[in-house]
């Protein structure tokens, strides 16, 4: 349920920074004088990345399974420290 709801930002990412995008070349940055769009760019960029990574997530949970539980760990006995007072003083 997570990734679809992912999956859904990031087409609205998709969607309204190509919008914001595409308004971007109204406005210019001074002095080079480039059009705010170049760093728009971005947002659009980023959720194509996100959604080509959450599909991937998707298919793959359908393929093998979304539940991987962790590997067991061996319980490996702690040895008792010694935190008594032993009398002598370290120098």
């Known amino acids: 349920m997570i990734r679809l709801v992912v999956l859904g930002v990031a087409l609205c990412l998709i969607w309204f920074g190509y919008l914001n995008y595409l308004r971007g070349f ?3 940055r001074l002095p080079s004088g480039t059009p705010i769009a170049s760093l728009y760019a971005a947002i659009p960029f980023a959720g ?7 599909i991937e997530q998707l298919v793959n949970g359908i393929r093998n399974g979304f539940d991987h539980p962790e590997p067991l760990e061996d319980d490996l006995p702690i040895p008792p420290i010694d935190a008594g007072a032993s009398g002598s003083a370290r120098p």
Do not use: D, Q, R
């Open 26 to 28: 109204g406005s210019f």
């Open 48 to 54: 194509l990345l996100i959604a080509l990574f959450t």
